[in-house]
């Protein structure tokens, strides 16, 4: 099938304003950087990601999904293939109470801070953590997004997941396979997450509503919060912490063009207005060899890359 033709599949299955053409991805992620997507379609409904992606993989089209592309870097020259976004596919709500716990099922595309809330006005705790993460929950399971000593594995019961095969199956934790920043999810490239169920005890409602504004706060403190960032641009490498091996390398506020190292928190590099991908991969790259040559220590990309090596 031809790509105009695709394009008005795509059209039928979404409708004429949920498709369009080269969409600049700086738009659409944290680090307001990248070119534009050949196509960007945003289902409005989990049946209809599952239509679009079935579509694609018929028509053997190179796509991606995006969330709110808090961990991305995308090339200057853009995406080649189709962007998915979940960004209209956000509804979460409390599902249920069994004893002790209460159950929210959240879509792949709602935001970590609006299920946070939502948990915190019902007295639940046990997603303090992820109030500040500016990700998605489809994103936070795949890469078992955490902070402040939580994790998201310490409260998914399963996810909704759809298979290479275009079946839906429901994961459960252990099959998840949730590790520091990974998950099958990332393993198996071609698995999408569609929506996930957490549990909740009953908590104090004013001291979460506390620690919430503790960690935000924490947050304000230490992070480059004023600049365009993809947030924590390296894992933690065993046995240290990315920061400060950057830091002791010299490298605070390395800069390159208009995108640097933060000297309010290495392990940040930031867009301080009007950055490339490729300054982005200039710096990455500088503190990667400085760190090893120093330290002997590799640092791992936290960020995804998209239209680039």
């Given at each position: 099938m031809a790509e105009s033709e695709i394009v008005k599949k795509l059209i039928e299955i979404n409708g004429e304003q949920q498709v369009s053409m080269s969409e600049p991805m700086s738009r659409h992620t944290t680090f307001r950087i990248g070119g534009p997507a050949k196509v960007f379609v945003s289902p409005d409904n989990i049946e209809k990601i599952?239509?679009?992606?079935?579509?694609?993989?018929?028509?053997?089209?190179?796509?991606?999904?995006?969330?709110?592309?808090?961990?991305?870097?995308?090339?200057?020259?853009?995406?080649?293939?189709?962007?998915?976004?979940?960004?209209?596919?956000?509804?979460?709500?409390?599902?249920?109470?069994?004893?002790?716990?209460?159950?929210?099922?959240?879509?792949?595309?709602?935001?970590?801070?609006?299920?946070?809330?939502?948990?915190?006005?019902?007295?639940?705790?046990?997603?303090?953590?992820?109030?500040?993460?500016?990700?998605?929950?489809?994103?936070?399971?795949?890469?078992?997004?955490?902070?402040?000593?939580?994790?998201?594995k310490d409260v998914i019961v399963s996810a909704d997941v759809l298979m290479e095969d275009g079946k839906v199956i429901r994961f459960t934790k252990d099959e998840?396979?949730?590790?520091?920043?990974?998950?099958?999810?990332?393993?198996?490239?071609?698995?999408?997450?569609?929506?996930?169920?957490?549990?909740?005890?009953?908590?104090?409602?004013?001291?979460?509503?506390?620690?919430?504004?503790?960690?935000?706060?924490?947050?304000?403190?230490?992070?480059p919060l004023e600049y365009a960032s993809a947030g924590s641009t390296f894992k933690r490498p065993e046995g240290y912490f990315a920061g400060k091996l950057i830091d002791d390398a010299g490298l605070r506020g390395y800069r390159v063009g208009n995108v640097m190292v933060s000297e309010k928190h290495c392990g940040f590099v930031v867009n301080v207005g009007g950055g490339t991908c490729e300054e982005a991969k200039a710096v990455i790259a500088h503190v990667k060899d400085e760190v090893e040559?120093?330290?002997?220590?590799?640092l791992e990309l936290e960020v995804r890359k998209l239209g680039w090596q």
């Open positions: 599952i239509k679009t992606i079935e579509l694609l993989k018929k028509e053997e089209m190179e796509y991606f999904i995006l969330g709110n592309g808090s961990n991305l870097l995308v090339a200057d020259e853009g995406y080649t293939g189709i962007i998915v976004s979940t960004e209209n596919i956000k509804s979460a709500s409390i599902e249920k109470e069994d004893g002790e716990l209460t159950y929210i099922c959240a879509e792949a595309g709602a935001m970590l801070s609006k299920v946070s809330v939502l948990a915190a006005e019902s007295s639940l705790t046990g997603f303090e953590f992820a109030g500040g993460i500016p990700g998605t929950i489809g994103g936070a399971v795949s890469m078992n997004a955490g902070a402040y000593g939580g994790e998201i998840l396979e949730l590790s520091y920043r990974n998950s099958i999810i990332q393993k198996e490239k071609q698995l999408i997450v569609l929506a996930a169920e957490f549990a909740f005890k009953k908590g104090n409602k004013s001291e979460i509503l506390a620690k919430m504004k503790d960690f935000s706060q924490r947050r304000r403190d230490k992070q040559k120093q330290f002997g220590v590799t």
